[in-house]
């Protein structure tokens, strides 16, 4: 009898074990999330324009857009890609429709998080040199790809060189000298200090805590597990 208890409980505890195993796998499957606007892609309008700020900000939409939200985000953060992947594409049209602009600030707290330890300031700059050139269609593609498809995996043991990083610029359309500037590396240190800059902001809207994403209307911070907040923030 005893035996057969002991079997019983280590068979009923290797159960519950499992169980939670496949609840972790599927709450950490980001892919799962339901996508919005499934099929749009990403920005078409070519009204729609990059602007890169002197403090490493990007805005990305139509000059006359009636709304301004502010998207806070770190290249190497899974739940930034998350939310990519959910809300991209109606971002995406919203932009396209000249309801809506976004100004991203980038920050680089996952450094120390990524294989050669400087990834996450290295895409800002990369960001940066592709934002400059002012496409909108070609930053939303760039953008897109390095959060999506193309995004390291945080504590991973490899991750994208400058030359990688380039050639995805190429891939979306950039300019040769945007694609020269991030192979050379030219914004990096630029980006480092821009990404100080972001933190600061993010510290000052969110008590103090730096935590990405975080996307604000003005001072108000949305709520990224409402599945309506893009057409909430720009109907």
């Not at 240190?189 to 604000?216: H, I």
Request: net charge negative.
């Amino acid at each position: 009898m005893s035996s057969a208890t002991t079997y019983a409980l280590g068979a009923l505890a290797l159960v519950v074990v499992v169980a939670i195993v496949i609840v972790a796998v599927r709450n950490g499957r980001h892919d799962e999330l339901p996508v919005r606007n499934d099929g749009y892609g990403t920005v078409h309008n070519s009204a729609v324009v990059s602007v890169l700020g002197a403090d490493g900000t990007v805005l990305l939409g139509r000059p006359d857009a009636p709304k301004t939200i502010d998207v806070f985000e770190d290249p190497l953060c899974p739940a930034c890609a998350m939310v990519e992947r959910a809300y991209g594409q109606e971002l995406a049209q919203k932009l396209d429709e000249g309801k809506l602009a976004i100004r991203y600030h980038y920050v680089n707290f996952l450094d120390k998080q990524s294989a050669s330890g400087d990834y996450s300031t290295r895409a800002i700059a990369a960001d940066e040199c592709v934002a400059a050139s002012g496409s909108g269609p070609v930053y939303s593609q760039f953008q897109h790809t390095l959060f999506t498809s193309k995004q390291p995996k945080e504590g991973g043991d490899s991750d994208l060189t400058n030359q990688q990083l380039a050639d995805i610029a190429r891939e979306s359309g950039a300019s040769a000298d945007a694609v020269q500037c991030i192979a050379s590396g030219a914004k990096v240190e630029a980006a480092k200090a821009n990404a100080k800059t972001a933190t600061e902001a993010l510290r000052g809207l969110n008590d103090g805590k730096v935590a990405t994403p975080s996307v604000f209307d003005g001072t108000k911070r949305l709520d990224m597990n409402n599945q309506n907040w893009v057409g909430e923030v720009a109907p």
